[in-house]
């Protein structure tokens, strides 16, 4: 009998050879989506049969693959991967984070907390979803299933981002439609919205720039796009502006018809949309780098600050910023990975991806400091005067009013907006694809054939829930869903997440799931990581945005107790669903106590989801009689099935 499973190496497998060159496992629950195939080659290697009955017709397998879609090519899920993981965040956040924390110095910390923490966890969730070909709830039934509530508050955190984000992609919806003018409404004081307080200063001498003067681009942004001068916060949030939500539905309806056949139609948008912003951010680059006073610009993002590194704020943005940039936990990275090819080498994509996402964030600083350095040589001020803009204010006050003065300021409106929209389109793909993936996975016999109607409820339902966003006090509830919905409740879903897998499912065991994909077994270094490191990088974020909360405002607004009271009560509400789940798992689970907690804490473990096309099978038909199952004992009858090879 041999030690170990041919496809994994778990010993807890038992392979038992017979006279007929057939393999029984005799310790494997059955998935859904199982086939029958017919085997082409001899996975024993038995020798010649030895009698004339010998039967030579193909043997039926029952293994788990070919009713799940794939990608038609690997470039689909690399853009994919890279489209979700570079998103609007790299360009609005990481340039702001890092000439805030020491400029050049700040690199340092960054890639400490990328190599040690953010690139294992995502290397760790590629291989999750590739060996199990599971989504994010039923995934943990193979891992340890107690944890299973994982899965659920990761999908109702995707939820709360789908309600606030796609709103962001609707407000760069309404600068590019306002784009296509010959002079771009920012640019001057003499539109209706306009206030006294309205300062043009570009091209203009003597000028004076004091605390209350607002640029058009200012006013353009908060009072015709956002109109928050009409609501007085969240205690009055006003009315839904119609404008806002027609630009919102066109967002949504793209979404739907690019999510709604799965990653084959997906994968076909992607190419456009992960792909179109680094045209454009190359462009935007050689046209700062000719801009006046771009160098200042330059130098302001660069110049390192060593006595920065000596504060433990730095240190937490850095490790939050990667870990936000590259964005495990949100049970994106398990979906995507699941239509992948069991061997495709996934150790070589998550260092791919991940170089790609850093350098991007990286030379999104060139792109917005070029032009914060022009702001300052036209308004005759310093870079850190321009610099306080932070968050989407970057993007769309900052950057248009720089735009809006320009040669050529029409077309780079329209392709910088265009750059807007498509990252945001690709990160709700992903965030959608991995509600979708997790609840079809969990609920096969219902939603495998209805894939189309369930993405439009779903698609319906996210419109509904964005609808206070879209109102005149929006932006207030947009900030209080970004800060709380997500915040700390994702990462602290991650540090159970690398928790479960590195202690209770077993480090060595994941090493071996990865090596019967790829061949190796996975170095001392990313073990180490997966077993205390990133964990430790993910205690590190959470114990101090607790022992250190940001005040929350927006513009002139702070924010009531009581909001905040209702942001920690939306951050709970996701969460919560890891301890009611481990509560109802071991109420409902007969036994004793230990008995209890050695089944939930033990995987349901069943054979690795395989390609028949890697190991030479093809389908055969349904009506094809099974193998007859062997006689099990009381230990192993009631979680046994059989496998035939």
Known sequence: ???????????????????????????????????????????????????????????????????????????????????????????WRFPYICYQNGGGAFLIPYVLMAVFGGVPLFYMELALGQFHRTGAISIWKHICPIFKGIGFAICIIALYVSFYYNTIIAWALFYFYSSFSSTLPWTHCDNEWNTENCTDYFGKDNVTWTN??????????????????????????????????????????????????????????????????????????????????????????????????????VWVDAAAQIFFSLGPGFG???????????????????????????????????????????????????????????????????????????????????????????LGLDSTFGGLEAIITAIMDEYPDVLSQRREVFVLGLVVVCFLGSLSTLTTGGAYVVKLLEEFGV????????????????WFYGVNRFSNDVKSMLGFTPGLFWRLCWVAISPA??????????????????????????????????????????????????????GSLKQRLAVCLRPERTLPDIHADSMGLSPVPQSLSQPPTPKLNANNKANADLYVF
């Open 487 to 502: 915040g700390a409740s994702i990462i602290a879903i991650v540090f159970l997440e690398a928790t479960a897998v590195s």
């Open 1 to 91: 009998m041999a030690d170990k499973c041919i496809f994994c190496n778990d010993p807890s497998f038992r392979i038992r050879p017979c006279n007929l060159s057939v393999c029984q496992v005799t310790s494997a629950p059955k998935m859904p989506h199982q086939e029958q195939v017919h085997v082409h080659g001899n996975l024993c290697s038995p020798g010649p049969p030895k009698n004339s009955g010998y039967n030579t017709n193909p043997v039926p397998v029952i293994i788990q693959t070919e009713s799940r879609d794939k990608w038609t090519k690997k470039m689909d899920f690399l853009l994919s991967v890279i489209g979700f993981a570079v998103d609007l965040g790299n360009v």
């Open 212 to 313: 209350y003067s607002r640029s058009p681009a200012e006013e353009f942004y908060t009072r015709n796009v956002l109109a928050v001068h009409e609501s007085s916060g969240l205690g009055n949030v006003g009315y839904i502006r119609w404008q806002l939500m027609l630009c919102l539905f066109l967002i949504f309806t793209i979404v739907y018809f690019s999510l709604w056949k799965g990653v084959k139609s997906s994968g076909k948008v992607v190419w456009v949309t992960a792909t179109l912003p680094y045209v454009v951010l190359l462009i935007l680059m050689i046209r700062g780098a000719t801009l006046p006073g771009a160098w200042k610009g330059v130098v302001f993002y660069l110049n390192p600050k060593w006595e920065k590194l000596k504060e433990t704020s």
């Open 332 to 422: 994106v990275l398990l979906a995507l990975s699941s239509y992948n090819p069991f061997n495709n080498n996934c150790y070589r994509d998550a260092i791919v991806t991940s170089l790609v996402n850093c350098l991007t964030s990286f030379l999104s600083g060139f792109v917005i400091f070029t032009v914060l350095g022009y702001m300052a040589e036209q308004r005759n001020v310093n870079v850190e005067d321009v610099a306080r803009d932070k968050g989407p204010s970057l993007l769309f006050i900052t950057y248009p009013e720089a735009i809006a003065n320009m040669v050529g300021s029409t077309f780079f409106a329209i392709i910088f907006f265009a750059m807007m929209i498509t």
């Open 537 to 590: 990088f993910l205690a590190y974020i959470i114990i101090s945005s607790l022992l250190f909360p940001q005040p929350l405002s927006l513009f002139d607004y702070e924010y009531p107790d009581w909001s905040i009271t209702v942001g920690y009560i939306i951050g709970s509400s996701s969460f919560m669903w890891i301890p009611i789940y481990m509560v109802y798992k071991l109420v409902w689970t007969p």
